[in-house]
């Protein structure tokens, strides 16, 4: 009886040393991209794709993995979109750490209540389905196991759980591993205690040998934490190279070109994608999405020397990437969101990988010219084609030219008032000047205004619309403008007639502008703070002066629950004149009139330049953009029925 004793005291003896010694086990010479080959498993949970990991899946995620063993690096930050396998990445870097080199683990969720899900959803299966993992972190099923929802215990160390807005949790016990997962969602506090990124770095203090990792989805620009934190870093893009020039780029939205159709069904609209291509943003070649997912690629840091100076690598990924997300539910998600700015903001984020532009309150009229800039030339480089906007008064016309680039850019090129009656030839001949004018390049290469609007309102409309039927053929076009909400900005034009002394002499086609959505589209662009889609750019000059900006901001949203469209829009108080806001709007509906072929406009002003300033692009067929129907002006936009 005495021996059976001792037996069972030895036995639980080594059974403690055992789980002891197993904490002080040397790690094996493994990278976390290997040990994630070699042991785990994925789980239909979690994962869209079942059984054994493979890192070769997703290529730019080993950079991402191995650096967790550089004893180089403390921190790692990843921007990633969705479908990228981020989450999948992180957990291979917690399965690491609890097999190979354990210590205390500190995960941090935005919310409690995210601790929950992912504790359920992504932690359990990997412990259950990885066998090194499962040997070691306790049945929470056991009595006294020290494995909960929020606790995992294992050899060496424990795994702790908590949200971002749990101060208790984040400054309460020393960690060596911290793990923040979708930052950009976290509290901006914890509590009243600060910082919840900043508490739990803290906690991290006496070990040599920690590590932080962060991990996003992109948020709002300016606004976001993981966008500083990146920039902290490497800032490393993964690029991929071009089979015509050989250059790596980054695979952006900016050059993913697209042809689609769009039928109603109901109340909805469906899209069809017909076709889609990459656009190579240094030799202009185009390629498909299966030629540009085999190509190689890698990362390029644009701060390397950040290893050294803050230990700290930083990535950024996009769904254009991910071997799960095709290029055409990408863009489908993008035509599905419409206008509407809260899921366009959910489709840059999650699937562009990029930051949102916040565009909060109207932006002051000082802020925006401000901003103002030198132009090299009459046309700045990236304008591919412009319009004119022209607004009709008892006394003048006033007009505008703006160039326009793909995803809304503009520049103003040119702001004028030609004074006298419009229904004189010496007003119309003053504005022939400016539409048959060849606006010039700083290369020498010129453009012509492709498409000019013209509003007839006003007491002289039987008078614009026999000049504009006399300039028809410059595509110079009479406007009418429509400001109930239910009208779309642009439609096919309709014959009008041209009255004149009570007699019908002809007709001209009209086009009808919905006004109230140009004005919005205005206002929006303005508050856009930097060169890209949608920004707006201004000369410094003195036909951009404070005048300008006083009439191009003058109107608002102002809200009336008394009728029966409540929203309107209105004249500032001390904005008297609009001319600036209605002819920026007419110019911008001429753009959407022309629904202009980028591709082929900018390949044509590649090819017109300089030898010395053309880029070298390859005679290659996947160089030349897809064949497009080449239909006449009228037949797009020109309807007979009234």
């Known amino acids: 009886m005495r021996r059976e004793i001792e037996k069972k005291r030895v036995d639980k003896l080594n059974a403690c040393l055992v789980k002891v010694l197993?904490?002080?086990?040397?790690?094996?010479?493994?990278?976390?991209?290997?040990?994630?080959?070699?042991?785990?498993?994925?789980?239909?949970?979690?994962?869209?794709?079942?059984?054994?990991?493979?890192?070769?899946?997703?290529?730019?995620?080993?950079?991402?993995l191995d650096c967790f063993t550089d004893p180089r690096i403390e921190h790692i930050v990843v921007v990633a979109s969705s479908q990228v396998g981020k989450t999948e990445a992180e957990l291979n870097m917690v399965g690491y750490c609890i097999d190979q080199d354990p210590g205390?683990?500190?995960?941090?969720?935005?919310?409690?209540?995210?601790?929950?899900?992912?504790?359920?959803?992504?932690?359990?299966?990997?412990?259950?389905?990885?066998?090194?993992?499962?040997?070691?972190?306790?049945?929470?099923?056991?009595?006294?196991?020290?494995?909960?929802?929020?606790?995992?215990?294992?050899?060496?160390?424990?795994?702790?759980?908590?949200?971002s807005n749990a101060a208790h949790d984040l400054s309460s016990m020393p960690i060596r591993y911290v793990f923040g997962d979708e930052r950009d969602r976290w509290a901006k506090s914890a509590g009243t205690e600060g910082d919840p990124?900043?508490?739990?770095?803290?906690?991290?203090?006496?070990?040599?040998?920690?590590?932080?990792?962060?991990?996003?989805?992109?948020?709002?620009?300016?606004?976001?934490?993981?966008?500083?934190?990146?920039?902290?870093?490497?800032m490393e893009r993964w690029k991929t190279q071009?089979?015509?020039?050989?250059?790596?780029?980054?695979?952006?939205?900016?050059?993913?070109?697209?042809?689609?159709?769009?039928?109603?069904?109901?109340?909805?609209?469906?899209?069809?994608?017909?076709?889609?291509?990459w656009c190579c943003p240094e030799c202009g070649g185009v390629s498909d999405e299966h030629t540009m997912k085999s190509q190689p690629s890698?990362?390029?840091?644009?701060?390397?020397?950040?290893?050294?100076?803050?230990?700290?690598?930083?990535?950024?990924?996009?769904?254009?990437?991910?071997?799960?997300?095709?290029?055409?539910?990408?863009?489908?998600?993008?035509?599905?969101?419409?206008?509407?700015?809260?899921k366009l903001q959910v489709v840059y984020n999650t699937q562009f990988g990029e930051l949102w532009e916040d565009r909060g309150e109207m932006v002051s009229e000082d802020e925006v010219m401000a901003r103002r800039e030198e132009y090299e030339a009459e046309l700045p480089d990236g304008v591919l084609v412009l319009t004119?906007?022209?607004?009709?008064?008892?006394?003048?016309?006033?007009?505008?030219?703006?160039?326009?680039?793909?995803?809304?850019?503009?520049?103003?090129i040119k702001k004028g008032v030609i004074l006298g009656r419009p229904d004189t030839d010496e007003v119309w001949e003053r504005l022939d000047e400016v539409i048959?004018?060849?606006?010039?390049?700083?290369?020498?290469?010129?453009?012509?205004?492709?498409?000019?609007?013209?509003?007839?309102?006003?007491?002289?409309?039987?008078?614009?619309?026999?000049?504009?039927?006399?300039?028809?053929?410059?595509?110079?076009?009479?406007?009418?403008?429509?400001?109930?909400?239910?009208?779309?900005?642009?439609?096919?034009?309709?014959?009008?007639?041209?009255?004149?002394?009570?007699?019908?002499?002809?007709?001209?086609?009209?086009?009808?502008?919905?006004?109230?959505?140009?004005?919005?589209?205005?206002?929006?662009?303005?508050?856009?703070?930097?060169?890209?889609?949608n920004y707006c750019h201004f000369p410094l000059r003195d036909d951009y002066g404070k005048q300008y900006f006083k009439q191009l901001m003058s109107e608002h949203l102002v809200y009336d629950p008394k009728l029966k469209h409540p929203w309107s829009w209105e004249k500032i108080p001390g904005h008297e004149r609009n001319e600036a806001f209605d002819i920026r709007n007419?110019?911008?509906?001429?753009?959407?009139?022309?629904?202009?072929?980028?591709?082929?406009?900018?390949?044509?002003?590649?090819?017109?330049?300089?030898?010395?300033?053309?880029?070298?692009t390859p005679k290659s067929k996947k160089s030349k953009p897809p064949k497009k129907k080449n239909k006449r002006f009228e037949d797009n936009f020109f309807d007979d029925e009234w």
């Open 22 to 64: 197993a904490g002080m086990k040397p790690p094996e010479d493994l990278t976390v991209s290997q040990w994630a080959d070699k042991n785990r498993r994925l789980t239909s949970e979690s994962s869209a794709e079942i059984g054994k990991w493979r890192t070769s899946r997703t290529p730019y995620m080993l950079d991402v």
């Open 104 to 163: 205390p683990i500190l995960m941090v969720q935005p919310t409690i209540d995210d601790v929950k899900r992912f504790s359920e959803m992504r932690i359990a299966p990997m412990i259950r389905e990885t066998k090194c993992l499962k040997r070691k972190v306790a049945d929470p099923k056991a009595r006294d196991s020290g494995n909960t929802k929020r606790q995992k215990s294992f050899p060496g160390g424990f795994l702790v759980l908590t949200g």
């Open 197 to 234: 990124w900043e508490l739990a770095k803290a906690r991290t203090r006496t070990f040599y040998n920690k590590k932080m990792v962060e991990v996003s989805t992109p948020t709002i620009k300016g606004a976001s934490a993981i966008e500083k934190s990146y920039n902290l870093g490497t």
């Open 242 to 277: 071009c089979p015509h020039c050989g250059t790596f780029s980054e695979i952006k939205f900016d050059n993913i070109r697209f042809e689609y159709t769009a039928s109603e069904n109901g109340s909805e609209k469906v899209f069809d994608i017909s076709e889609i291509y």
């Open 298 to 342: 890698k990362w390029v840091a644009a701060v390397p020397e950040a290893r050294e100076l803050h230990k700290t690598r930083s990535f950024w990924i996009t769904a254009w990437v991910s071997p799960w997300a095709t290029w055409e539910s990408i863009v489908l998600q993008f035509l599905q969101a419409g206008t509407d700015a809260a």
């Open 388 to 412: 004119c906007g022209v607004d009709t008064q008892d006394d003048r016309l006033e007009y505008e030219v703006v160039g326009h680039r793909r995803f809304g850019e503009t520049w103003g």
């Open 436 to 533: 048959a004018h060849r606006y010039k390049f700083k290369s020498g290469v010129s453009l012509k205004i492709s498409l000019t609007f013209v509003d007839e309102g006003g007491h002289f409309t039987q008078e614009v619309r026999q000049r504009c039927l006399e300039r028809q053929a410059g595509n110079v076009f009479a406007i009418k403008g429509a400001s109930r909400p239910d009208i779309p900005y642009t439609a096919p034009p309709k014959k009008q007639k041209i009255v004149v002394h009570g007699k019908v002499i002809g007709q001209v086609w009209v086009y009808e502008i919905g006004v109230n959505a140009g004005k919005q589209k205005i206002v929006n662009d303005l508050k856009v703070g930097s060169p890209g889609a």
């Open 586 to 616: 007419y110019a911008l509906a001429a753009i959407a009139v022309l629904s202009p072929d980028w591709d082929a406009i900018e390949q044509k002003l590649r090819a017109a330049l300089p030898d010395d300033e053309t880029p070298a």
